[in-house]
Structures are given as structure tokens and as C-alpha cells.
């Protein structure tokens, strides 16, 4: 496994911009998948995108054209780069990583974004 702090999360306007940054313990070049999740009151956890050690990337429908992910592997750190934000984005953020070939085992403590309209 692997420690994973975020930040980068708060408040903005609808239609404003966040980048959400995730730091890992060690190096991310080879960890079969980096992501982000989000998790809204009273819903479940779920995928917001995601990219592999491949440079490999997929994101949820509902923020295909407005989020990016990205990766400094130098810096062992994932971006997500959050443009024309919606109330409905409104969640906390978390870092996770899938070191091994099953499901996201790692996860940072999450950081809160929240979108007013």
C-alpha cells in the first residue's frame, strides 16, 4: 500500500476551477492505477477518474470535458484539475491508489469541495 495526503479542496463559485492535488509516500511510476473518487452526502463512493500506470485515463460521464487528470511522477503526486464546476460536484475528494491488480486499496483522507450556486 501507499499514504496519500490531498488537497486543493474548498469553496468556489458554480462555473469556477480547483485543482485537487494528491501526494503519494512513494513513487507512483509504478502503481497500477492512481484516482479520484467522490462521495456526496447520503450517496455512495464513486469513481470521478482515473489513470494507470500506462497513462491510461477514464472519467465519469458527468465530468468528461470539464475535469483532467494528470500525473507528475517526479513529484509522486495526481491532479485533478476541476474547470466549470456545478453544484452538483459538490463532495468530498478522495485520493486512491490500486497497488496491486484487484480493486483501489489505498486512500487519502479526503478533501471537501464544495460548489455554491
Known amino acids: 500500500q501507499v499514504q496519500l495526503v490531498e488537497s486543493g479542496g474548498g469553496l468556489v463559485q458554480a462555473g469556477g476551477s480547483l485543482r485537487l492535488s494528491c501526494v503519494a509516500s512513494?513513487?507512483?511510476?509504478?502503481?497500477?492505477?492512481m484516482g479520484w473518487y467522490r462521495q456526496a452526502p447520503g450517496k455512495r463512493r464513486d469513481l470521478v477518474a482515473a489513470?494507470?500506470?500506462?497513462?491510461?485515463?477514464n472519467y465519469a460521464d458527468s465530468v468528461k470535458g470539464r475535469f483532467t487528470l494528470s500525473r507528475d511522477n517526479a513529484k509522486n503526486t495526481v491532479y485533478l484539475q476541476m474547470n466549470s464546476l456545478k453544484p452538483e460536484d459538490t463532495a468530498v475528494y478522495y485520493c486512491?491508489?490500486?497497488?496491486?491488480?484487484?480493486?483501489?486499496?489505498?486512500w487519502g483522507q479526503g478533501t471537501q469541495v464544495t460548489v455554491s450556486s
Open positions: 512513494r513513487s507512483i511510476s509504478d502503481i497500477n492505477a
Open positions: 489513470i494507470t500506470s500506462r497513462g491510461s485515463r
Open positions: 486512491a491508489a490500486r497497488t496491486g491488480m484487484g480493486s483501489f486499496d489505498s
